[in-house]
T-cell receptor, first 113, second 114 residues
Framework: DAKTTQPPSMDCAEGRAANLPCNHS???????VYWYRQIHSQGPQYIIH???NNETNEMASLIITEDRKSSTLILPHATLRDTAVYYC??????????????FGTGTRLKVLA | NAGVTQTPKFRVLKTGQSMTLLCAQD?????MYWYRQDPGMGLRLIHY???????AKGEVPDGYNVSRLKKQNFLLGLESAAPSQTSVYFC?????????????FGPGTRLLVL
């Protein structure tokens, strides 16, 4: 199973872009990179995912390097409500062809006023 | 749509007691999952189900049992609770096994075992 490495914490000024890095050097060719966040003690919330190409949605952008060994989640204009723990997950194959998430400890992002 | 709901929100048990946590989803999802989260840690998969009547073990299945009698419900049982099972339990569901499934999480159940 591909593992991910993230910095334990980051700060970002409100209104600025937050760039959260993730290393996944053992990722397989068919494994997707997913990002979720967990605000306070709520259930994790889906943000974005990608395979090879960069992706953008209403919440964030995902930049994946050409060799797919690392990625960056970009929150273009961080607000105080973006303060959360952000998880970078490489989806691993489980039994019977199913897929499961392996959560690490994530990056605790603090957006500062 | 309510999405994924969990019952109860909080529970205190004594060592050796049993209880069942209920997860319900109204999105007609095939897959359902139970995770636990300990302080300062990421989520760890306990059990999951790929459809009604099926269950499978995750990373940390010991001490737990599950059942999926109806598609919309996934039950997590603790037969004899232990203090090591003090944790926050999250349920999730997803549409299918195809490559781009996204998991939707419930609000969590906080369990304290004394």
């Amino acid at each position: 199973d591909a593992k991910t490495t993230q910095p334990p914490s980051m700060d970002c000024a409100e209104g600025r872009a937050a760039n959260l890095p993730c290393n996944h050097s053992t990722i397989s060719g068919n494994e997707y990179v997913y990002w979720y966040r967990q605000i306070h003690s709520q259930g994790p919330q889906y943000i974005i995912h990608g395979l090879k190409n960069n992706e953008t949605n209403e919440m964030a952008s995902l930049i994946i390097t050409e060799d797919r060994k690392s990625s960056t989640l970009i929150l273009p204009h961080a607000t105080l409500r973006d303060t959360a723990v952000y998880y970078c997950i490489v989806r691993a194959a489980g039994t019977s062809g199913t897929y499961k998430y392996i959560f690490g400890t994530g990056t605790r992002l603090k957006v500062l006023a | 749509n309510a999405g994924v709901t969990q019952t109860p929100k909080f529970r205190v048990l004594k060592t050796g007691q049993s209880m069942t946590l209920l997860c319900a989803q109204d999105m007609n999802h095939e897959y359902m999952y139970w995770y636990r989260q300990d302080p300062g840690m990421g989520l760890r998969l306990i059990h999951y189900s790929v459809g009604e009547g099926t269950t499978a073990k995750g990373e940390v299945p010991d001490g737990y049992n599950v059942s999926r009698l109806k598609k919309q419900n996934f039950l997590l049982g603790l037969e004899s609770a232990a203090p090591s099972q003090t944790s926050v339990y999250f349920c999730a569901s997803s549409y299918s096994r195809v490559t781009q499934e996204t998991q939707y999480f419930g609000p969590g159940t906080r369990l304290l075992v004394l």
